[in-house]
Nanobody, 126 residues
Framework: QMRLVESGGGLVEPGGSLRLSCAAS????????MGWFRQRPGQLREFVVS???????????DGIEDRFTIARDGGESTDSVAFLQMNSLKPEDTAVYYC????????????????WGDGTQVTVSS
């Protein structure tokens, strides 16, 4: 059973940065897309960004690409890791951030996800 574990969340002041990490175990993510969703307080989960398993094609939600960057480390290891670098954070970025994996980065941008992590809390506040 695939397991995704996020880390790196926390409290940061507006304008600050955080780097989230995601470790995958219990199966291979080689060739599969990885990405991040978030759930802001009182709202539904929403797509943030995805990256393909091969080639590194990325998809970003509107208004995200200039501040967030996704990367993945390896693609053939069973514990392949994904990262989300978040800069110039705003209070409206406060959310639980979920690492996900799926078949393609594009389908993930449309909400198609195979596995979810448990999430890590990011709070942007002064």
């Amino acid at each position: 059973q695939m397991r995704l574990v996020e880390s790196g969340g926390g409290l940061v002041e507006p304008g600050g940065s955080l780097r989230l990490s995601c470790a995958a175990s219990g199966g291979t993510v080689s060739g599969y897309a990885m990405g991040w969703f978030r759930q802001r307080p009182g709202q539904l989960r929403e797509f943030v960004v995805s990256i393909s398993g091969i080639g590194g094609t990325t998809y970003y939600a509107d208004g995200i690409e200039d501040r967030f960057t996704i990367a993945r480390d390896g693609g053939e290891s069973t514990d392949s890791v994904a990262f989300l670098q978040m800069n110039s954070l705003k209070p409206e970025d406060t959310a639980v951030y979920y690492c996900v994996t799926g078949h393609t980065a594009y389908s993930m941008s449309r909400g198609s996800v195979d596995y979810w992590g448990d999430g890590t809390q990011v709070t942007v506040s002064s």
